[in-house]
């Protein structure tokens, strides 16, 4: 009976000290994966928002076209004035995709995939933002208002693509700033294919690397290092040439990069399509995206002071091309929700002596313990002092 019992007690994992109901609590990061739920609600109509444009109804028509067809459309078949003439449907494997989705699950598929791909970016920004500000409480905040200023451009298509791909080039660059190690840089032209056949702003990728390259190269000439600017900066210039060698694995080959082009430059569709124009400051999401903006400028200030070039180039750079487009809002939201992280993490420590701002260190340490506590309802083994592999204890009899 006692050797029994020592088992049962063995066996029985051992409690935490707030509650072994911590243990079953999401981390943080599942929290940053929900955060598009909760703003959805919080900020929008609901999930009518995303189904709130046609567009996504041609999408899924085209997809079901190429699957019939098996072949990607070379002239327009939907139009009336335009019937026959030349088309390029370039976000065709996201029709594709779509379409899938569409005849497995109806609507209500193509919203769960969206939510899902606005879940996949809120982590990655999430997790961006928290490794250059190495604070939780600052990086789940930005997090939730980087998602909801980039409402006002959610929408059902395939366009929520391009900010989960500037999330995780973001994501590589900052790594890679950081470490000054440019081994992480090949995975990017990698993502370019997909990127490329899934929606058209594949180029903001390219643009990301062309303002490193720059930022980088001013940060040596700044610092009198002349010799040192084109040896940080090449890294990331053969990295933008390879993404728009990898671009060019698309049905419609470079040609596709002149319709974008002319498409981009044609001052009909930015004075009459609304998403190519301003946001509206009267709407109610307006008021995030204000927020944010105000913050990103701030922060190119402070990186400014510091000689962050980088930073700086991304911050007033996108910060411009928000207030230009609105369509660009999502991508700005990514982009300067890193930057805007790591200068609150130093107006913190600058202004460490003010009471609100220990409480927030408290906080911030409890929710250490609770991402570190909530990883799995599974007691945690060490393996060593660094490497932790959560996983059950398997009891052992002879004890």
Same mark, same amino acid.
């Given at each position: 009976?006692?050797?029994?019992?020592?088992?049962?007690?063995?066996?029985?994992?051992?409690?935490?000290?707030?509650?072994?109901?911590?243990?079953?609590?999401?981390?943080?990061?599942?929290?940053?994966?929900?955060?598009?739920?909760?703003?959805?609600?919080?900020?929008?109509?609901?999930?009518?928002?995303?189904?709130?444009?046609?567009?996504?109804?041609?999408?899924?028509?085209?997809?079901?076209?190429?699957?019939?067809?098996?072949?990607?459309?070379?002239?327009?078949?939907?139009?009336?004035?335009?019937?026959?003439?030349?088309?390029?449907?370039?976000?065709?494997?996201?029709?594709?995709?779509?379409?899938?989705?569409?005849?497995?699950?109806?609507?209500?598929?193509?919203?769960?995939?969206?939510?899902?791909?606005?879940?996949?970016?809120?982590?990655?920004?999430?997790?961006?933002?928290?490794?250059?500000?190495?604070?939780?409480?600052?990086?789940?905040?930005?997090?939730?208002?980087?998602?909801?200023?980039?409402?006002?451009?959610?929408?059902?298509?395939?366009?929520?693509?391009?900010?989960?791909?500037?999330?995780?080039?973001?994501?590589?660059?900052?790594?890679?700033?950081?470490?000054?190690?440019?081994?992480?840089?090949?995975?990017?032209?990698?993502?370019?294919?997909?990127?490329?056949?899934?929606?058209?702003?594949?180029?903001?990728?390219?643009?990301? =690397?062309?303002?490193? %390259? !720059?930022? $980088? @190269?001013?940060?040596?000439?700044?610092? &009198? /290092?002349?010799?040192?600017? #084109?040896?940080?900066?090449?890294?990331?210039?053969?990295?933008?040439?390879?993404?728009?060698?990898?671009?060019?694995?698309?049905?419609?080959?470079?040609?596709?990069?002149?319709?974008?082009?002319?498409?981009?430059?044609?001052?009909?569709?930015?004075?009459?399509?609304?998403?190519?124009?301003?946001?509206?400051?009267?709407?109610?999401?307006?008021?995030?995206?204000?927020? =944010?903006?105000?913050? %990103? !400028?701030? $922060? @190119?200030?402070?990186?400014?002071?510091? &000689? /962050?070039?980088?930073?700086? #180039?991304?911050?007033?750079?996108?910060?411009?091309?928000?207030?230009?487009?609105?369509?660009?809002?999502?991508?700005?939201?990514?982009?300067?929700?890193?930057?805007?992280?790591?200068?609150?993490?130093?107006?913190?420590?600058?202004?460490?002596?003010?009471?609100?701002?220990?409480?927030?260190?408290?906080?911030?340490?409890?929710?250490?313990?609770?991402?570190?506590?909530?990883?799995?309802?599974?007691?945690?083994?060490?393996?060593?002092?660094?490497?932790?592999?959560? /996983?059950?204890?398997?009891?052992?009899?002879?004890?």
């Amino acid at each position: 009976m006692d050797a029994q019992q020592e088992y049962s007690e063995t066996a029985e994992a051992p409690r935490l000290p707030g509650g072994a109901w911590i243990s079953l609590m999401p981390s943080l990061s599942d929290l940053a994966f929900l955060t598009p739920i909760l703003v959805l609600f919080w900020c929008t109509t609901g999930v009518g928002w995303l189904l709130a444009d046609s567009d996504t109804g041609w999408h899924i028509r085209t997809g079901e076209w190429i699957l019939k067809n098996g072949r990607v459309p070379a002239t327009d078949f939907f139009s009336f004035t335009k019937a026959g003439q030349p088309w390029f449907a370039w976000e065709w494997l996201s029709d594709v995709l779509m379409a899938v989705v569409h005849r497995h699950s109806g609507l209500a598929g193509i919203v769960l995939a969206s939510l899902v791909l606005l879940g996949a970016t809120s982590a990655l920004v999430y997790r961006s933002t928290l490794e250059e500000s190495g604070h939780r409480v600052i990086a789940i905040v930005l997090t939730g208002l980087a998602m909801a200023a980039s409402t006002v451009h959610w929408l059902a298509r395939p366009h929520l693509v391009t900010p989960l791909f500037a999330s995780v080039f973001c994501c590589v660059l900052n790594r890679t700033e950081k470490n000054r190690r440019s081994v992480l840089l090949w995975i990017l032209p990698l993502l370019t294919m997909p990127w490329v056949n899934l929606h058209g702003g594949f180029f903001v990728g390219i643009i990301l =690397l062309v303002t490193y %390259a !720059i930022g $980088a @190269a001013a940060e040596e000439l700044l610092h &009198g /290092r002349r010799g040192n600017a #084109l040896v940080r900066a090449r890294p990331y210039l053969w990295t933008a040439v390879s993404c728009a060698l990898a671009s060019l694995v698309n049905p419609y080959g470079y040609r596709l990069h002149l319709h974008i082009a002319r498409y981009l430059g044609a001052s009909f569709y930015l004075q009459r399509i609304s998403e190519f124009q301003s946001i509206d400051f009267h709407s109610f999401t307006a008021a995030y995206f204000e927020t =944010l903006l105000v913050l %990103a !400028i701030a $922060a @190119a200030v402070w990186h400014g002071g510091k &000689g /962050r070039c980088v930073q700086v #180039l991304l911050l007033l750079s996108w910060s411009h091309l928000a207030l230009f487009s609105a369509r660009n809002i999502p991508i700005f939201a990514v982009v300067a929700a890193p930057g805007i992280g790591l200068a609150m993490r130093e107006w913190v420590e600058y202004a460490s002596l003010c009471w609100p701002l220990e409480w927030t260190g408290r906080f911030g340490a409890s929710l250490a313990e609770l991402a570190r506590t909530s990883v799995c309802a599974f007691p945690c083994t060490w393996q060593g002092s660094t490497n932790r592999s959560c /996983r059950p204890r398997t009891p052992d009899p002879a004890r």
